[in-house]
Structure formats: structure tokens, C-alpha cells
């Protein structure tokens, strides 16, 4: 999935169909057009609503026709929305808020998940990671967010092809090194007779007919007998083109160059075969596809044009009855690489250990302290009870309280032996104190009764 329908099979193919009036009698019932393909971007969403949207406007619709795909990819098309009108930019301005409302929410997602709570977060700094949109301007559409959107799309879907092979590689050597750790685990019987199986099997899935080169003439008229059912002495280049051209769009995209490889594809591929790897066919069909690009794409816009198209049928390569090298016959990865996948595998599988067993030894420790928060939690019950136990046989009597009188200023301290009344101290006791002297008042005394 390259850049055919990023913006070549949306913006150049929207440019490149023109709508035809027909009579009414002529007219057929509406049909819904087929939802284009996922391209897999995380902006898809947004890139094909902001496509929608500048299509309804006959300003842009017009200089689209006029551009190729060379203006549309370098971003000079992109000035040309100041001229659209105003409804269609109040909805990119809309789209363009949603898309960065999306992309804060998928940030604080993932910040939640990653860092702890009460964090302050830079949403502005972080927006600058995404390419596709001007993180500067968050609230309106501007011809620097339509430029921006079609480079990174662009680079995007360039890397997509690359990005598939590497991933298919390391598919493959997964495969190998699993077959080979489970031979290392047979006794030499049992392994002798495995790798009988392993050989019996890849000698049958050789055991194909022959495969016709992607875009030859070979190819080419066998789809024209077999899948459109045509008279092969007839075949015509040109009227073939116009068949396959499914979306009548003028032009041969990915998904429609790849549909003509079904038919090889089927030789070679069956679901239904144990020795038929279904992954391996999805590379066999981009394999395919890339060598029709880079023999007949002259311009390299990821899109086949009816000119390039014939121009193809007039090379040598076009009709040579040569045939096409599966994967399997090719080598997908060296020994050496093999070699290194696998010590990456071991250092991955090391690390895990080492992660397992911290967390085993986590786990003990959290069992062994619950064990012990166990334990004194059962302590502090028993103590409840036993105290609940004595308070019930011997019962809690109220503490007394301690009353307190003040004396009269002139009162005596009270004789032990012979109490006072209340309020009264004995005549005996008073001693007038001499009159040259000072007179300290007598300080009241309390009585503790």
C-alpha cells in the first residue's frame, strides 16, 4: 500500500475521473462506492474525511484535475486551498480539532499508563511528534496542515513495503529456529524421521505449475482467458486495461494490479495444503506487485496510467516466456542473520527470565508478609477478646469524683480529731494577729472531703 491511494487513488484518481451526463433512460440505480481500503496509518480516519471534504469543493476539484501526481506529492497543491470555499474550511477546521481532541486523548492514555498520577503533561510539546498536522495552529485548517498531511502520508506509506519485508523475514526466521529447537529436542530416530517430513513437504509445495511473470504477456493473457473469459487470440492491451480499470478512474492502482496475480497465486497457495504458508503467499503477491511497478510505473506515482501501461507491451521483457522465482526459491535471509536473530531471541528470552523470577521472588515476599499481617491481626483479636472477657466478669465501676470546698478567708485548718462543722472553725483556733506587724491575708485552704 504506497502512495497509489494515499492521495493517488483519492486526490489524483478523484482528478482523474470526470463525471459523464447520460440520459435519464440511460441511468442506472445508484450504487454506494465501495469503501477504499485501510491504509493501515493511524491518521487514516483523518486523511481520507479531510479527502471527502476538499473533493466537495469545485475550486479545488478543478486545479486537482489540472495537477499531477508530482504536484499533489510536493505539496504544491496545498496553496491552493485559501481559494476553497467557506463551508468547506469551517468542516476541515472541525476535522482538524477533532483529530488533535483524538490525538490528546491517546497521549494522556498513554501517559496515564506510564507515569503516575498528579503529572503535568506538555500536550503542545508532545503534539510535535505527529507529523501530519501543524501542532503550532490547534483550531483551524490551514494550507500548512494539507501539506504537512500529504508529505507524511507520503513517507508513510513509501516505508510500508520495507517495513512488510523485514517483518516477513523475521516471520521466517521465527519458523526456522522453532523447527530447529524442536529437533534438538528428539532422540536422532525420531529427528531423521522429521526432517524426511520437513523435506517430503517442501517438495510438494515445489510441485506447482509454472509461474508466469507479474505483467508479461503470459500473465496478462491467461487472465484474459480464464478470469474474463475472452478468446486468447484476441487479446488487446488496451481493451484488457479498460476491464481491470474496475473504478473507471483512468489509472491501474495497487489493489487492482494485485487482483490480476490471483490466478499465479493459486498455482502456488492453497489453505487447504499444509505445505502452503498463507503468509508466504501475501509476500509472494507483493513481490508480484513491485516488480510491475518498477518496470511499468514510469513516473513512480504508484499508479499504472493506460499510456505506461501500453508502453510496457512494447518491451522485450513484456513477451520473453521466462518464469517467476517464488520465495521459496529465493533466500530470504542469510545464515549470519539467522545467527544473530537467534542470539536476539536468547538475550530477549535472558531478560524475561530475569523479569520472572524478580517477580517470583516478589510474589514470595508479599505471600510471607501476608502471612505475618495474618498473624497479628489474629493477636490484636485474641486481645479483644480477652479484654471484652475480663470487662464482663469483673465489670468497670465509675471512677469517684474528687469535690473540692474552699475555706473561709479567717478559717483554721481543721483539727483531724474533732471535725467542723461546714462554714464554722473553732473560737480556740483563731490567734488575732499583732497589730505593729503587717497582716498577710490568709490564703483559702481547700478541704478534701
Known amino acids: 500500500m504506497q502512495l497509489s491511494w494515499l492521495l493517488a487513488t483519492a486526490l489524483f484518481a478523484a482528478a482523474a475521473s470526470v463525471p459523464i451526463d447520460r440520459p435519464?433512460?440511460?441511468?442506472?440505480?445508484?450504487?454506494?462506492?465501495?469503501?477504499p481500503p485501510d491504509t493501515g496509518l493511524y491518521y487514516h480516519r483523518y486523511l481520507q474525511e479531510v479527502i471527502n471534504v476538499l473533493e466537495t469543493d469545485s475550486h479545488f476539484r478543478e486545479k486537482l484535475q489540472a495537477a499531477n501526481a508530482e504536484d499533489i506529492?510536493?505539496?504544491?497543491?496545498?496553496?491552493?486551498?485559501?481559494?476553497?470555499?467557506?463551508?468547506?474550511?469551517?468542516?476541515?477546521?472541525?476535522?482538524?480539532?477533532?483529530e488533535v481532541s483524538r490525538l490528546r486523548m491517546l497521549l494522556k492514555a498513554k501517559m496515564d499508563a506510564t507515569m503516575e498520577q498528579n503529572v503535568q503533561i506538555d500536550h503542545l510539546g508532545l503534539l510535535k511528534q505527529f507529523e501530519h498536522l501543524d501542532p503550532q495552529n490547534q483550531h483551524t485548517f490551514e494550507a500548512r496542515d494539507l501539506e504537512l498531511l500529504i508529505q507524511a502520508a507520503t513517507k508513510d506509506l513509501e516505508n510500508y513495503d520495507a517495513a512488510h519485508h523485514e517483518e516477513f523475514k523475521r516471520y521466517e526466521m521465527l519458523k526456522e529456529h522453532e523447527r530447529r529447537e524442536y529437533l534438538k529436542s528428539l532422540d536422532e530416530e525420531k529427528r531423521r524421521a522429521e526432517e524426511a517430513r520437513f523435506q517430503e513437504l517442501r517438495q510438494k509445495h515445489k510441485e506447482h505449475p509454472k509461474i508466469n511473470v507479474p505483467g508479461s504477456r503470459d500473465q496478462l493473457k491467461e487472465v484474459w482467458e480464464e478470469t474474463d473469459g475472452l478468446d486468447p487470440s484476441e487479446f488487446n492491451p488496451k481493451t484488457f486495461f479498460k476491464l481491470h480499470?474496475?473504478?473507471?478512474?483512468?489509472?491501474?492502482?495497487?489493489?487492482?494490479?494485485?487482483?490480476?496475480?490471483?490466478?499465479?497465486?493459486?498455482?502456488?497457495y492453497d489453505p487447504r495444503n499444509e505445505e502452503d504458508d498463507m503468509l508466504e503467499m501475501e509476500e509472494e503477491r507483493l513481490r508480484m506487485r513491485e516488480h510491475v511497478m518498477k518496470n511499468v510505473d514510469l513516473n513512480q506515482d504508484r499508479l499504472v496510467t493506460l499510456e505506461e501501461f501500453l508502453k510496457s507491451t512494447e518491451k522485450k521483457e513484456f513477451n520473453e516466456a521466462g518464469?517467476?522465482?517464488?520465495?521459496?526459491?529465493?533466500?530470504?535471509?542469510?545464515?549470519?542473520?539467522?545467527?544473530?536473530?537467534?542470539a536476539e531471541l536468547a538475550a530477549q528470552e535472558a531478560e524475561l527470565g530475569r523479569r520472572a523470577e524478580q517477580l517470583k521472588r516478589q510474589h514470595q515476599d508479599l505471600q510471607e508478609q501476608q502471612v505475618r499481617l495474618d498473624a497479628q491481626k489474629k493477636e490484636y483479636q485474641q486481645a479483644v477478646l480477652h479484654m471484652e472477657q475480663r470487662k464482663t466478669q469483673q465489670g468497670e465501676a465509675p471512677a469517684e469524683e474528687l469535690k473540692f470546698q474552699a475555706q473561709p478567708p479567717h478559717a483554721a485548718p481543721a483539727d483531724p480529731a474533732v471535725p467542723a462543722a461546714p462554714g464554722h472553725a473553732p473560737e480556740q483556733n483563731h490567734v488575732e494577729p499583732p497589730q505593729n506587724q503587717q497582716q498577710t491575708p490568709p490564703q483559702p485552704e481547700v478541704q478534701i472531703q
Open 24 to 35: 435519464k433512460a440511460e441511468k442506472k440505480a445508484e450504487e454506494t462506492p465501495p469503501e
Open 73 to 98: 506529492k510536493s505539496g504544491k497543491l496545498s496553496k491552493e486551498l485559501d481559494f476553497v470555499s467557506h463551508h468547506v474550511r469551517t468542516k476541515l477546521d472541525e476535522l482538524k480539532r477533532q
Open 323 to 342: 518464469g517467476w522465482e517464488t520465495v521459496d526459491e529465493t533466500q530470504v535471509y542469510s545464515e549470519a542473520e539467522l545467527q544473530r536473530f537467534e
Open 245 to 268: 480499470d474496475t473504478n473507471s478512474d483512468g489509472v491501474l492502482d495497487e489493489q487492482e494490479l494485485e487482483a490480476l496475480f490471483t490466478k499465479e497465486l493459486e498455482k502456488v
